[in-house]
């Protein structure tokens, strides 16, 4: 007699049971959509993602592991056809596609959405690059069926709450713009996301708490492995019925929604909803670095020996960031107290801030030790659509000053000009490219759309 595993359903039953309707509406909307369906709006968000994207990487590629890998990896692979943005090297697709995706979270200066509670374009955009095809009609495409498709997953699903979100569902963005630039049919489509679905990491929230760098690969991950599901798909292989359902619904995550997959889909762009950032920081803390910013219109520079301590209230995710502790480069962009120490004694959170000297210096890690940080229940009731902090400063002479902000410059309600968003790939690119180079990816990237072909861009990337 056969016996079935109670939940489990026969093999013949589930090979007659149709795919889920969200996934068949997807699968359909994302083969025939083209860069004239998408709103003006969104194809130039998309253009700005991408620039942003490619500044991020660059300055990233020139920290010290970033380039150790590098070598390490071609040293043993060869040498290939695609550029590792920001450094003299090209590699194989699927290892640049890894290289420029663990570069572009080195420091947490790539863009994200705050809906989706990550950031879809770093698991997208390398990827792409890797392995260029057609215009730049498709290659704006194919960034923005990959950032939608990723960004509604995680906008339809709960991580479990200790997992770290990059690696999960940025496999399935990245396994779609690879399958878009290459002109997937719905059935293939439907391939890459029922396999990209579960090849997602078992990633750790506290590898960002305790400054675990190995996270920083985890984008790195996504985006090589979304090359090897277009692969597999045109291989033959296959994933379960429904991936996205199982993955996000019972394993990495809980209460998966697939209403959420399809509404508005085609009007409402989650790349148009995005968010940029200025301070070289984790997100988490610049709802605090925004409202210290507030305070030092007003009391104008200070010293650390001038503050006797600061209070933080702030949301739940926000309050996790309270250790003082600074014993990397990651680690100290992921403390509340470290970051405002460190603003405090340089003017700015920014790139040098959270290196080595500024970390080791006594009186910003003495600052450090007098920020206190505290979950308020009534602003975290407002996410996801804020990221509210309220600050308390004394000085040393008894004086207070207090500021509160409900959200973050760059988001969507308080979004950064097309000029700063610019202005930030300069500051970024033109110490690694040199500016008159820098300037012509600038040019490339916000002229792209049909008749420019996308393998323009990568021949500049190539240092």
């Given at each position: 007699?056969?016996i079935?595993?109670?939940g ?14 969200w ?44 380039q ?65 095809r ?18 509604r ?115 409402r ?31 104008g ?7 006797r ?15 003082p ?102 500051e ?36």
């Amino acid at each position: 007699m056969a016996i079935v595993t109670e939940g489990v359903e026969p093999a013949s039953v589930l090979m007659a049971a149709p795919p889920p309707a969200w996934l068949e509406e997807w699968c359909a909307f994302a083969a025939r959509t083209r860069l004239a369906d998408i709103p003006a709006e969104a194809q130039q968000r998309a253009r700005l993602v991408l620039l942003d994207s490619i500044g991020a990487i660059a300055a990233g590629a020139q920290e010290e592991e970033v380039q150790a890998l590098a070598a390490r990896m071609i040293a043993r692979e060869g040498a290939g056809d695609a550029p590792v943005i920001g450094l003299p090297r090209s590699a194989r697709p699927g290892t640049a596609a890894f290289l420029n995706g663990t570069a572009g979270t080195m420091l947490e200066l790539d863009e994200g959405n705050q809906y989706c509670r990550g950031h879809p374009a770093i698991h997208v955009v390398p990827a792409l690059l890797a392995a260029p095809r057609g215009d730049g009609a498709a290659l704006l495409t194919a960034l923005a069926i990959g950032y939608e498709f990723g960004a509604r997953v995680g906008i339809a699903s709960k991580l479990n709450v200790a997992m770290h979100p990059h690696g999960t569902w940025g496999t399935l963005g990245a396994g779609m713009g690879v399958a878009k630039l290459h002109g997937a049919t719905a059935a293939e489509f439907r391939g890459v996301i029922n396999m990209a679905a579960s090849l997602g990491l078992a990633t750790s929230r506290k590898t960002m708490l305790e400054g675990g760098t190995v996270r920083n690969t985890y984008a790195g991950v996504a985006n090589m492995l979304g090359l090897t599901v277009w692969d597999l798909v045109r291989s033959g292989f296959e994933g379960e019925r429904d991936g996205v359902g199982t993955v996000f619904g019972q394993v990495s995550a809980t209460d998966f929604r697939p209403e959420e997959m399809t509404a508005a889909l085609g009007t409402r762009w989650e790349i148009a909803r995005n968010y940029f950032k200025r301070h070289a920081a984790c997100r988490y803390t610049h709802g605090a670095l925004d409202a210290l910013g507030l305070i030092l219109a007003r009391t104008g520079p200070l010293q650390p020996d001038q503050v006797r301590a600061i209070e933080v209230d702030t949301y739940v995710w926000a309050a996790q960031l309270d250790s003082p502790l600074a014993p990397n480069m990651l680690a100290a962009k992921f403390s509340i107290p470290f970051a405002l120490a460190t603003t405090i004694a340089h003017g700015a959170a920014t790139v040098p801030a959270f290196r080595g000297p500024a970390r080791e210096n006594p009186a910003v890690q003495a600052l450090a030790s007098r920020v206190t940080v505290n979950e308020d229940p009534k602003l975290t009731a407002q996410l996801p659509g804020l990221r509210p902090a309220r600050l308390r400063v004394t000085l040393a002479d008894g004086t207070t000053h207090a500021a509160e902000v409900t959200t973050n410059r760059g988001d969507t309600e308080d979004p950064y000009t097309e000029a700063e968003v610019r202005g930030k790939f300069r500051e970024l690119a033109d110490p690694v490219f040199g500016a008159d180079r820098a300037k012509a990816i600038e040019e490339a990237v916000m002229a792209l759309g049909p008749h420019h072909e996308a393998a323009a861009l990568t021949e500049l990337l190539m240092r």
